[in-house]
Structures are given as structure tokens and as C-alpha cells.
């Protein structure tokens, strides 16, 4: 089992920043696909970011590019999501995952075998 637990998360006005960590144990995550999924209310959850097991292949939701950056360190057994231009739409539940699958990422949910608890960020306008 890999338990994972996010930190990070909270209020910030619109235009601002948060860091949100996601710290590991259990496994490593050396071997693991990462990636960041967000749930605002009334709407499903949708993937935010992902990162291969090396961290050579990134991949941003269309909403998100150029405002957010996943990035992990394997040596430390955590991954992270810095966001920064912050809208009030980003406003959810942010969740870290990791998968199994052997690919460099994956960004479908069903394919990710962890989860952590979520962070709630919240932005306002």
C-alpha cells in the first residue's frame, strides 16, 4: 500500500499562489506515475496535472497551463504542485494520486491505484 497525504492547501485571493505537497510512505514513488486531480463542487473530478515516473513527461489540463507546475522528488518520496495566477474557478478539492500503470504518465483517474484525502483550496475573487 502507498498512503498518501496532502498539505498546503487553504484561502488565497485571486491572482496569488499556493504550493500543494503530497508526501509518501509505504513505497516509493520512484516507480510510480503521479499526478493531480481536482474536484470542485457539483462537478467531477478532472485531472489537473501529471508527471511520468522520472519526471521527464508533464501534462497540464488546458485550464491550468502556464499557471501550474507539477514537479516531483523521488529521493524524498514527494510530489508537488505549484500554482500560481490563481482563479476563483480553481476553487476544489485537490487530490495527489499515484499510478502503477507502466506508461511515462497517465491522466485517465480510473488508472490511478492511490489516493490521498484532498486539500481544499480555496480562491477568492
Known amino acids: 500500500q502507498v498512503h498518501l497525504v496532502e498539505s498546503g492547501g487553504g484561502l488565497v485571493q485571486a491572482g496569488g499562489s499556493l504550493r500543494l505537497s503530497c508526501a509518501a510512505s509505504?513505497?516509493?514513488?520512484?516507480?510510480?506515475?503521479m499526478g493531480w486531480f481536482r474536484q470542485a463542487p457539483g462537478k467531477e473530478r478532472e485531472v489537473v496535472a501529471a508527471?511520468?515516473?522520472?519526471?521527464?513527461?508533464?501534462y497540464y489540463a488546458d485550464s491550468v497551463k502556464g499557471r501550474f507546475t507539477i514537479s516531483r522528488d523521488n529521493f524524498k518520496n514527494t510530489a508537488s504542485l505549484h500554482m500560481n495566477s490563481l482563479k476563483p474557478e480553481d476553487t476544489a478539492v485537490y487530490y495527489c494520486?499515484?499510478?502503477?500503470?507502466?506508461?511515462?504518465?497517465?491522466?485517465?483517474?480510473?488508472?490511478?491505484?492511490?489516493w490521498g484525502q484532498g486539500s481544499q483550496v480555496t480562491v477568492s475573487s
Open positions: 508527471i511520468s515516473r522520472g519526471a521527464g513527461y508533464t
Open positions: 494520486a499515484a499510478s502503477t500503470t507502466p506508461a511515462n504518465y497517465v491522466v485517465d483517474s480510473g488508472k490511478y491505484d492511490y
Open positions: 509505504g513505497r516509493t514513488l520512484s516507480g510510480l506515475a
